[in-house]
């Protein structure tokens, strides 16, 4: 029972540590690219977790990163949109979801992909 335990602890924190370095990965990527700035401060970023310890994953997050987060209570959001890896990326539009996105990549061209759908952003 005790090695059940530990594994469980040791997956979740792993997966907490990759959703953080993701989050990283992505928002040093936009901020590199000035997305926010070319698009006039029309889009913005938020986080979402949704593993670990929810109070001490917003306090870590509200450290690291220059935007909100918000915590996924027993992986409601990502469940519900099937998304099973992280980091979790969504795309709103008036309050309303248009475009979400699971994982991350460093294929390059997913990545000019993406850099250039937002830029054709209204």
């Known amino acids: 029972m005790k090695t059940q335990v530990k594994w469980i ?6 997966l907490a540590i990759l959703f953080c370095a993701s989050f990283v990965f992505f928002f ?7 997305i926010a700035a070319a698009k006039g401060n029309k889009v913005h970023f938020y986080g979402v977790i949704s593993y670990g310890d929810k109070a001490s994953s917003l ?10 987060t918000f915590f996924d209570e027993n992986f409601q959001l990502a469940g519900a949109l099937g998304i099973t890896r ?4 969504l795309y709103v539009e008036d309050g309303v ?25 209204p």
């Open 59 to 68: 306090r870590a997050a509200e450290q690291k990163f220059p935007f909100k």
């Open 97 to 121: 979801m248009k475009k979400v996105w699971g994982g991350a990549t460093n294929d390059e061209q997913k990545k000019t992909a993406f850099v250039q759908w937002l830029d054709a952003l």
């Open 86 to 89: 992280v980091p979790v990326k």
């Open 9 to 14: 602890i040791g997956a979740t924190l792993a």
């Open 28 to 34: 040093g990527r936009a901020q590199q690219k000035s």
